[in-house]
């Protein structure tokens, strides 16, 4: 995609979400929307660690989880304002995947993927079993959404929520946009590209990892605090190893290591199993072999495709290169 034609597409695709409420009739289609885009929070965070670092980690559902959690019980087992507590939840979040990262790591390679995996089955089994706090396989009822807006706009309303998430995303992307064009962001795709090779020219490549780690556990924590209290119950499941594959597989279908993919393929692993529902019986199988057949034919990502469709109808239509 031309670098002229970029802009054009970003307010295109922006205007399309801000219009989408007003204009489709159907609630349900503007909930899964809606949850795409809590997903396109998580799933950016997942490609700090993974497409600009190389570090594949299983455990962003996990952390989705402490920070669905910890907005939850600071609101209602403190009293915080919901608005504190969903604010505070990402620094939360962030701070705990300090404890996790820091020996995760130490290792490279699958052996990170594999701790990054026991990581988060802890953070399932604590939730499921520590029943006192988190009512373990129950789950957590009655969660609230934040409280009006200047007295004006009231978050029960589900399109009202819609476009809090839909700013928070927004505003994750653009920090994402600026973490790749930041001095910082060149170190982690140098560590991708040669980890030994950053090391010897001085690098601190732990910190630098250590930084992605934290970056992406801080995205996943705003994730959960959104998802929390849009749902109004959470329980450990939500949260277990299946939704963490489920954002590695986002970053990789859309485009691993770009800006939009992740956007891409976080409404991709919403909207599809959805579809697949029609062949209840064998929708798991066709999700799967859809997902295969795609890794195998578009090892990039489907961004890069979406990327030359596009610059060739606006060569078609006369836009400028």
């Excluded at 995947?97 to 089955?121: C, D, E, Q, W």
Aim: with cysteine; net charge positive.
């Amino acid at each position: 995609m031309k670098r002229a034609l970029v802009p054009l597409a970003v307010l295109a695709l922006l205007a399309l979400a801000i219009a989408a409420p007003q204009y489709i009739t159907v609630r349900y289609y503007v909930q899964l929307i809606l949850l795409a885009m809590i997903w396109t929070i998580m799933a950016h965070g997942q490609n700090i660690i993974q497409g600009m670092t190389g570090y594949v980690s299983i455990t962003q559902a996990g952390l989705m989880g402490v920070g669905a959690y910890a907005s939850t019980l600071l609101s209602i087992r403190l009293g915080w304002p919901v608005w504190a507590s969903m604010a505070i939840a990402p620094f939360i979040t962030a701070l705990f995947s300090v404890f996790v990262g820091y020996p995760s790591l130490r290792v490279k390679g699958h052996y990170f993927a594999i701790v990054t995996l026991a990581f988060n089955m802890v953070i399932f089994i604590v939730l499921m079993n520590f029943t006192s706090l988190t009512r373990g396989e129950a789950g957590i009822f009655n969660i609230q959404r934040p409280e009006p807006l200047f007295g004006l706009v009231d978050f029960d309303d589900r399109v009202a929520y819609y476009y809090l998430v839909l700013t928070v995303a927004v505003v994750m992307t653009a920090l994402t946009w600026l973490l790749m064009r930041s001095s910082i962001g060149r170190t982690l795709r140098a560590i991708r590209q040669n980890e030994n090779l950053a090391s010897a020219c001085g690098v601190a490549v732990w910190k630098y990892k250590l930084f992605a780690f934290v970056a992406s556990a801080f995205y996943a924590g705003a994730a959960g605090a959104l998802y929390a209290h849009y749902i109004g119950f959470i329980n450990p499941e939500t949260f277990g190893v299946a939704q963490s594959l489920d954002a590695i597989l986002a970053v990789i279908l859309g485009g691993t290591g770009t800006l939009f993919g992740p956007v891409l393929g976080a409404f991709a692993v919403v909207f599809l199993p959805e579809y697949l529902r029609i062949a209840e019986s064998f929708r798991l199988i066709v999700y799967g072999l859809l997902l295969v057949v795609a890794t195998i034919l578009m090892p990039r990502g489907a961004l890069p495709l979406l990327g030359r469709a596009w610059h060739a109808a606006a060569r078609r239509l006369g836009f400028p290169k």
